[in-house]
């Protein structure tokens, strides 16, 4: 494993662990592959561990792990602030008690104001106390680094880096983002300020490996460096000196391993010409096939009227990028055919969604043209079909 240095010299490893997609097991994290998996990577060399709030189960998950294993101290623990839920000064103690609790310890190592997307969420911040609060936390010891996590454009971006004296910061940021949200003149802009960048979203929630179109995937495979698409996405990020730590939401063994190796061997600098070229041409294949860029972060959940936001977005991109057939497949199994309906035709355009969504996607539009995509007549019958059938089958079995 390699490193690289925070602002206060500190080491960090430049592979982190993003723990908002541990396996679940029925409606809880599977605690005991997520352990085998997390010290896989803890004995790799990894050293940054990155959570929240709001990703279900994942303190808790985490503390437990960490605890079992006595590796408190030989780790650094990032999470973050729910300040969408801060409405006071009393909240900002009430939240980080309960993830101390949580995470079983006294202390965080890194801690991020959470998904901040314009100036007027910091401002909503500083007007409850919270620069105080950071220098009561620092000075007591509680919080070691403060920063903030980033979904937003780059001109509010870089007014909120250059309103505080950030430790740290995180974004989301990789080969087809390199433009949109902070986006590299944000990030070059923190590296100018000696403020370390954490990056978020380095494969788009899985799209650059498991939804590239087959065309993207043909130019990886015929390239003779013989990485996998992932490897390609990170060493892009690694070949960055800007960049401090990448993290990777690792669910497998598997995962681990491949993203170990990568951030062991990759040095800043050493992309080529010809592979930046490569890179142009993964990006255009991409871009004719995608049909909006969702992530799956989820942020835009719950829906007031049950629609499957995320859910119906990746099916439709799946449409595109793989094969119709498949995603009106997915569509119908995922969504479709669920106890509780979640489909498109549901949303009311109350907005709450477009208010979160960190790629400012029109959702509203976009899962009007999603569900005539998805649910032609003949799939639309047949869905409607199996739901009658499936469900009317269940309640006949209860009496």
């Known amino acids: 494993m390699q490193y690289r240095k925070d602002k206060n010299g500190n080491e960090l490893s430049m592979l982190g662990y993003g723990c908002m997609r541990f396996t679940k097991k029925g409606n809880s994290i599977d605690i005991d592959k997520a352990e085998k998996e997390i010290m896989a990577a803890f004995e790799a060399g990894v050293n940054y561990y990155d959570t929240a709030y709001i990703y279900p189960g994942s303190e808790a998950a985490l503390g437990e792990i960490v605890e079992r294993n006595g590796i408190r101290d030989k780790i650094n623990i990032a999470t973050k602030l729910p300040q969408y839920l801060i409405k006071n000064r009393k909240g900002l103690d009430k939240y980080f008690d309960e993830e101390l609790s949580r995470l079983r310890t006294d202390h965080v190592d890194y801690y991020l104001m959470h998904h901040l997307t314009d100036v007027e969420m910091w401002e909503k911040l500083k007007a409850v106390g919270i620069l105080e609060w950071i220098e009561e936390k620092k000075k007591s010891g509680q919080v070691r680094n403060i920063g903030f996590s980033y979904h937003g454009n780059t001109d509010n971006f870089i007014t909120i880096l250059n309103d505080f004296d950030w430790d740290f910061c995180q974004v989301q940021y990789n080969y087809l983002d390199e433009v949109t949200q902070a986006g590299v003149k944000g990030v070059k802009a923190a590296a100018e300020k000696g403020v370390p960048v954490v990056i978020m979203e380095p494969l788009r929630g899985g799209k650059l490996v498991g939804m590239l179109p087959e065309k993207a995937k043909k130019i990886f495979a015929d390239s003779d460096r013989g990485w996998t698409p992932a490897e390609w996405a990170f060493r892009w990020l690694y070949n960055q000196s ?19 190796k990568t951030a062991s061997d990759m040095q800043a600098g050493t992309l080529t010409d010809k592979d930046f070229e490569l890179l142009e041409e993964v990006k255009k294949a991409i871009k004719e096939k995608e049909k909006v860029g969702c992530t799956g972060c989820r942020y835009c959940m719950p829906c007031p009227k049950g629609v499957d936001i995320p859910g119906t977005f990746a099916c439709w991109n799946t449409m595109y990028t793989e094969k119709k057939k498949e995603g009106r497949f997915q569509y119908a199994q995922t969504v479709g055919l669920t106890k509780e309906p979640a489909f498109a035709t549901q949303c009311v355009e109350c907005g709450k969604c477009e208010q979160h969504c960190p790629q ?34 269940k309640k006949k079995k209860t009496q």
């Open 360 to 393: 400012s996607i029109p959702i509203r539009e976009m899962l009007k043209k999603a569900d005539k995509d998805l649910r032609p007549l003949g799939y639309k019958i047949g869905i409607n079909v199996a739901r009658k059938y499936m469900f009317r089958k």
């Open 242 to 260: 800007e960049v401090t730590v990448v993290l990777s939401g690792m669910n497998s063994l598997e995962m681990v391993q491949e993203n170990c």
